[in-house]
């Protein structure tokens, strides 16, 4: 016959603390199966009158596609996912323009929102969406995105443009932005049909490709780690070119002049370095 361990006071305390513990893991576990199966959802049609030029948008969790709308107007339409409470969607209105917010409200369960947005043509537009993908198409004034956990894919941008991207990809086409910057914490960006004078390029992870359909006047890029592949516009254009790669190969495979105004900088961690045409 085994008879009962003692009880002892090291194990009167380990019961507890951990038989709250223990009831907290279990009721976490059906909170959140109850969340899984009690979804909901609403549908989102907000046109609100823009009196400045400025607009921004933030999401917790969401797709966000954004074009180009009616003058004066910002529209808003789209879908919020919730689960056991009901997300807030609020926006407010000021003479320097209007600020739309969608929030969720549950501590687990799916919460998410899928807009589309039409943005004022010439807007100063912000978009800060903390995890889920923006798309951003046609849009003529300043644009910065703030992204924490999704891709950012742009086209036909002609405004100053400034992406920050915590993780994912950055891809794009057809930009002719005066200023272009991109911050990426990790994933890839690669940019074709690059039409802007000046662009900058900052990667913690990942691989850079910029491919130019104009000349350009200022490239800077810097990454930590990955390779860097530049492809500028064919002919006899001169750069003014500073490569470094502290573990990586480097060809740099254009006509080069240090007196150039067209000046291409790139540092590179860990990866290879290409610029050709």
Do not use: K
């Amino acid at each position: 016959m085994t008879e009962p361990l003692p009880m002892t006071a090291a194990r009167r305390v380990f019961l507890a603390a951990g038989t709250p513990i223990a009831l907290l893991i279990i009721g976490w576990i059906s909170l959140t199966g109850i969340a899984w199966v009690a979804q909901g959802s609403y549908r989102v049609n907000l046109a609100i009158p823009v009196s400045g030029r400025a607009v921004s948008v933030a999401v917790d969790s969401g797709q966000l596609s954004l074009g180009t709308g009616a003058a004066g107007t910002l529209l808003v339409t789209g879908t919020a996912h919730y689960a056991l409470a009901r997300s807030a969607v609020t926006w407010r209105s000021s003479p320097a323009g209007v600020s739309v917010s969608s929030r969720c409200r549950q501590l687990t369960g799916p919460c998410s929102f899928t807009y589309a947005v039409a943005v004022p043509a010439g807007s100063i537009t912000g978009v800060d969406d903390s995890s889920g993908d923006v798309t951003a198409r046609g849009l003529a004034g300043r644009l910065t995105v703030q992204a924490g956990s999704g891709d950012v894919r742009v086209s036909a941008l002609s405004g100053d443009v400034r992406i920050s991207d915590d993780s994912g990809d950055v891809s794009g086409s057809s930009l002719t932005s005066p200023e272009l910057t991109i911050s990426a914490g990790s994933g890839n960006v690669a940019l074709t049909g690059l039409a802007s004078p000046d662009v900058t390029v900052a990667s913690q992870s990942g691989d850079t490709m910029l491919r130019f359909a104009r000349v350009p006047a200022r490239v800077q890029v810097s990454n930590d780690s990955g390779d860097v592949t530049l492809v500028l516009p064919p002919g006899g254009t001169a750069y003014r070119v500073v490569a470094r790669s502290t573990d990586g190969n480097t060809a740099v495979r254009v006509p080069t002049n240090p007196s150039s105004p067209h000046v291409i900088t790139v540092t590179d961690q860990s990866g290879d370095i290409t610029i050709t045409r």
